[in-house]
């Protein structure tokens, strides 16, 4: 499956989704970006200025990568939401590691109240990283399911919550750690869940840029 994207890691390395229209998602994840940006003003006496972004036209994927570029490290200075060929609305970052662990759009699907998706899809060789984390933020509680493999000089496997309906379950009993969630796996989970990050020209289709301030030892990385 990353096989069919060509060209766009290590920004498609983590995809983030929320359930929704593009419009809803966008509007959503500016509101966040505004709570956060007047919460670190008022916490520095200043004003805060509202979020820049940049509605863009109907891209393909390779297009939008393009203008995401360069990619940098440590974090990210550019979010991409884009829709898709499903119910749910994507987002990327132009950092070394994706969007990271930045919890954003995480933040906006429980204040939009909708689920959250996080697909990892690290191949770096001796560095591979795979993970499924998906949050119901719709209900009175949340309900939270993880499962991950990493290899770190060694493959560890780890998994929370009550398993989804559509999950292997035999899967986290194989011998190997690394086959307990494979590529393969996650893209049936995916499908399952109306994400078919299979078919040719999922991503394309309305976007936005949003830019976020660096880090002062943000720099970009040489291809």
Known sequence: MTDAMPGCSPITSTLD?????????????????????????????????????????SLTLSEKIALLKPVVHPGFTKVLLTETASGWCCAMANGMHGIGSADHVAMTAEAMRKPFLRVVLNATKGAESFQ?????????????????????????????????????????????KRDRL??????????ALGIDLRAEGFFDGACAIVDHPPMPQTRPVRA
């Open 17 to 57: 989704f929320v359930e929704g229209s593009f419009e809803q998602c966008l509007e959503g994840y500016l509101g966040t970006r505004r709570r956060i940006l007047d919460n670190i003003a008022r916490a520095g006496g200043g004003r805060s200025s509202p979020p820049d972004v940049r509605r863009l036209g």
């Open 132 to 176: 499924f984390c998906h949050t119901d933020f719709a209900g009175t509680t949340k309900a939270e399911r993880v499962v991950y493999v990493h290899n770190e000089g060694g493959w560890r496997f780890f998994e929370h919550g009550t398993p989804l309906a559509f999950e292997k379950p035999e899967a986290s009993r194989a011998k190997r």
């Open 182 to 191: 494979t590529v393969d796996m996650i893209g049936d989970y995916c499908l």
